[in-house]
Nanobody
Framework: VQLQASGGGLVQAGDSLRLACAASGRSFSFNIHSVAWFRQAPGQDRELIAHINARDGSTHYADETGPFTITRDNAKNTVYLQMNSLKVEDTAVYYC?????????????????WGHGTQVTVSS
């Protein structure tokens, strides 16, 4: 399984961005793999932002984030993170990750596959 994150950039506070995570590999399937977005700001731990479950596509969001929305396109094997009303404190490298099975976790070791990350910088 390979994950490729894209869509980051430099925006102003209040703007929106949509990140994309394209999954590939013969073994990848939304019937098997849940996908999550994490972010890591300088000097801080990597934290879970949003998660979309395998099979039913149910979602989970971290309490302190938003208004963000995670969705997926089954035909494109792609998961999106729509980020609205961005704040300066949303500045971070955003990573997508996948794990086999249903259920979310805040622990990075629970996720088996990681993309390289995409930088999001929000200026005031």
């Amino acid at each position: 399984v390979q994950l490729q994150a894209s869509g980051g950039g430099l925006v102003q506070a209040g703007d929106s961005l949509r990140l994309a995570c394209a999954a590939s590999g013969r073994s990848f399937s939304f019937n098997i793999h849940s996908v999550a977005w994490f972010r890591q700001a300088p000097g801080q731990d990597r934290e879970l932002i949003a998660h979309i479950n395998a099979r039913d596509g149910s979602t989970h969001y971290a309490d302190e984030t938003g208004p963000f929305t995670i969705t997926r396109d089954n035909a494109k094997n792609t998961v999106y993170l729509q980020m609205n009303s961005l704040k300066v404190e949303d500045t971070a490298v955003y990573y997508c990750a996948a794990r086999r099975g249903w259920g979310w976790s805040t622990h990075t070791y629970e996720y088996d596959y990681w993309g390289h990350g995409t930088q999001v910088t929000v200026s005031s």
